[in-house]
Each structure stands twice: as C-alpha cells, then as structure tokens.
C-alpha cells in the first residue's frame, strides 16, 4: 500500500503489564485529541509467562547481571511484540511507513526504584523493535523516568491529566491490572498518583491454583460472587493491616509482594467460591480504603479501567462501600476503552518523545519535568 504522510499522525502504544495476560498494542491518530485507529491482543502463551513468572521471582539484580534465560525470553517476547505489531498494522490498512513512531513499554521483570543502584527491567528490545518494523521506537519510560530522579511508576497520571481531567468535575482514575493505580483528578488540586495495592493478581493467581491452571482469571466475577464474603474475615482483615496499605503515597507496588502460596494454606477448609470472593474483597477495600484516605470531596466520579472492570463481582464490592455522591463507572463513559487506557499512554508518550516535549509526573513519581522514554531509530 502506498503510504500516506508523516502528517497523519499515527502512533502505536504497546505493552504487557503486570497481569501478563497478553501483548496489547494499538494505533492511534494523535493530534489535541487521541483517536483509536486498531487494536489488537496477542495472549501471552503459557510456557512464556511461566518463565517470566519465575524471572520476576528472581532475588538476584537482572538489569545489572542478565542471565541467559533473561535473554531468551527478551528474544520470544521482542519477537511476538514484533510479529503483534505488524499484525496490527495489516489489520488497520496502514503501512508501517503511515506511523510516525511505536512506544513501547515492553514487559517489567523487576522493579526496584529504592535500592542502591535503582533501576526499572523490561524485557521487549526497544532497539530491535525498530529494526524489524522500520519504525522509529521509543522505549525504557521507567528506567529515563528512574535516572531522573522518579520512583519508574507510576507513568499513566500524566496522561490521565492531558485527557480525562475535567474542571467541573472531581474524578478518580482507577486502572485494575496487576496492580490497581490511582490517578486523583481534583478540581483546583494537583494531580497524584499511586498504588493502592492488589488489582487482579490475588484473584488470578487463586483462580490458576483452583482450577488446576485450566484457567487465568475470575471470568466476569462468577466464581467470587458464589463465595461466602464473611468466612474469611478474618484473613482479610489481617491482610489488610500490612504496613504498605497504611504508607502515604506517593507509592508504587508490585506483584511479587502478593503470593498466593504466602497466604493460603492446606488446612483451611474452604470452598474455591469463599476464598475468591475474599481475594476480591481485600482487593475492593484496598482500592476503597486508599481512595477515602486521600480524597476528602463530597462528589466524585469513579472511572474504571483495566481489566479488573470486566469483574463485575470486584465492581459491585467497590460499589457498595462508596458515600451516595461518589459514582462508578468505567472509562468508556469518557469515551476511552477501559482496556485500552495503558495502549493509549504509550503511544502518546511517544509522541512527547519524539517532539521533545518533557512529562511531568513529579506528584506521581517525584522526577524532574524531564523527557520520558528513548529514541530508538529503525
Ligand atoms: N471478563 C473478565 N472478567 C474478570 N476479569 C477479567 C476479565 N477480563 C480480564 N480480566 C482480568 O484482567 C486482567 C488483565 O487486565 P489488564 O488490564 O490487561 O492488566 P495488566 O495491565 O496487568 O496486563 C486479567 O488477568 C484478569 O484478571
Ligand atoms: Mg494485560
């Protein structure tokens, strides 16, 4: 196909997050407005994401000391994120030479913003993501947001600020992935951004042990709404008292912290349902209990993103702990996919990128208003 001008503005924002459920990539026209061209998810096979599991459960510094079964997964997954990206770009009728430029954000297999030396690991070669699709990549968002001076995470608030803020309305942002994240978009108030703590991951990660890892999530709530929510009470309670639900934000949290061989244990006699539906309440009231703490306003629009708002069970718990004037809904009320919130982000990051304009995220990640991501020229 003949290719249309640069002018078009078409940018692919690609990622896996922390649930790695799939390899999600869009393309989108950004002008003032960002406008969904295509999309496409590429499930992440099985074998793959057990490696990545076990490579995120690593102790050992994978940024500084890479090991050779870092570097194979790096290699599969730059290849599917390769091979997802040229799908796409049939599906949608453009040519790769059609996209100014792709941001990918790849696959985090560590995270570790505190330590002495911090540093943010994705796999997904940015580099050899420009070579193979001829398009100009920017990639390393975490690690450029580390080096000057932020905690890698998280990213999406800037975002959140440019596209979904209202003047005449308080709104949350709530993205349900791994990971549940915040972004609190007062009237007259800086934005901020944290981690409230678990999105789906104690939910998938019981769902995988019940079912014999036939299946990956809680589909629609189903099993979690046939549980008894008051069996395990006292397990929530408990859990709910660890010390990083009680810290101020800024926070960033990570899935290695929520282990279901941890928490559960043999003895208890329990039934799949109770236990599920307990697993989505501690997530509920995580994500309830962070937003009370930190968002003292009368009204309030809750938007959901994120894969967690396809469980109607984990949005019907967070539903019924909110005051009268503090609305749910998901993002699509906004007119964005929930699912294609994080898509959206990475494209538009790029487009910063590439036009030299810095991002601020200093309430969500204290670093300097600075250029995010890198150039990496196909
Ligand atoms: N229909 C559904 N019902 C319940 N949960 C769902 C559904 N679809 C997706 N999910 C949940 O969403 C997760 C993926 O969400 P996603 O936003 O992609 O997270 P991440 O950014 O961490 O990859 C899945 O692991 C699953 O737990
Ligand atoms: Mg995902």
């Known amino acids: 196909m003949q290719s249309t001008s640069k002018k078009n503005n078409y940018f692919i924002g690609t990622l896996s997050g922390t649930s790695m459920?799939?390899?999600?990539?869009?393309i989108y026209k950004i002008t003032n407005k960002i406008k969904l061209v295509d999309s496409i998810s590429f499930k992440m096979p099985e074998d793959l994401k057990a490696k990545l599991f076990y490579l995120s459960k690593s102790k050992k510094n994978l940024f500084q000391n890479p090991t050779k079964a870092l570097k194979q997964a790096d290699d599969e997954f730059t290849r599917i994120t390769v091979k997802t990206i040229k799908r796409l770009i049939k599906k949608s009728g453009l040519c790769s030479s059609d996209i100014t430029a792709i941001g990918s954000h790849g696959q985090t297999i560590q995270h570790s913003p505190f330590s002495k030396k911090p540093y943010s690991l994705q796999i997904g070669s940015p580099d050899l993501i420009a070579i193979q699709t001829g398009i100009t990549t920017i990639g390393n968002f975490r690690q450029t947001n580390i080096i000057n001076g932020g905690s890698g995470a998280p990213l999406t608030p800037a975002f959140h600020q440019k596209f979904l803020r209202n003047k005449k309305e308080n709104r949350v942002i709530i993205n349900i992935g791994g990971i549940s994240?915040?972004?609190?978009?007062?009237k007259n108030q800086k934005i901020m951004g944290w981690d409230s703590g678990p999105g789906n991951c104690l939910i998938d990660q019981s769902v995988k042990f019940f079912s014999n890892g036939e299946n990956s999530f809680d589909k629609n709530g189903r099993w979690g709404k046939k549980g008894d929510l008051k069996k395990l009470d006292k397990l929530i309670n408990e859990f709910l008292s660890r010390e990083y639900?009680?810290?101020?934000?800024?926070?960033?949290?990570?899935?290695?912290?929520?282990?279901?061989?941890?928490i559960y244990s043999r003895e208890i006699q329990i039934?799949?349902?109770?236990?599920?539906?307990?697993?989505?309440?501690?997530?509920a009231k995580s994500i309830f209990n962070s937003l009370k703490e930190n968002c003292n306003v009368k009204e309030l629009g809750i938007y959901l993103c994120g894969g967690g708002s396809k469980n109607l069970f984990l949005m019907d718990?967070?539903?019924?702990k909110l005051p009268k004037k503090w609305k749910l809904y998901t993002t699509k009320t906004l007119g964005i996919d929930p699912m294609l919130v994080e898509t959206s982000t990475f494209a538009w990051l790029a487009k910063q990128r590439i036009e030299s304009r810095k991002i601020n995220l200093r309430s969500s990640t204290n670093a300097e208003i600075s250029l995010t991501g890198e150039i990496f020229k196909s």
């Open 317 to 320: 718990l967070i539903k019924s």
């Open 181 to 186: 994240n915040l972004t609190l978009l007062l």
């Open 21 to 26: 459920d799939a390899i999600d990539a869009s």
């Open 245 to 262: 639900f009680h810290r101020k934000p800024p926070k960033s949290d990570s899935t290695e912290n929520y282990n279901f061989s941890e």
């Open 271 to 283: 039934s799949k349902f109770d236990w599920i539906s307990a697993m989505t309440e501690i997530t």
